[in-house]
């Protein structure tokens, strides 16, 4: 079954702002630019909780390791549109 781009882009959103309704963030609302650790002031381990969910709500490993490692060291920052198309692409590949 081929999960669109715009579902799973929603999903996400939603996701987002269930975990950071309750911090005091100064932003208009979660965007595709909208940056984990500079714009939701994302720790460790939020993208760690971020990740167990997706993989529980999508029902499936997505190999997350992919996205967070790039020349064998964690990316600094992730934008929810990398992560939408990440996740696309491994619902669909």
Known sequence: MQVTETNIHSTIINILQDMTQEWELELDGITGNTKLVEDLSFASV?????????????????????????????????????IVTFVTQKLNG
């Not at 999508?58 to 990316?75: A, I, N, P, S, T």
């Open 46 to 82: 939020d993208i760690i909780h971020l990740v167990v969910t997706l993989e529980e709500h999508f029902k499936q490993k997505l190999g997350f390791d992919q996205l967070l490692m790039r020349g064998g060291r964690y990316v600094d920052d992730l934008s929810v549109g990398e």
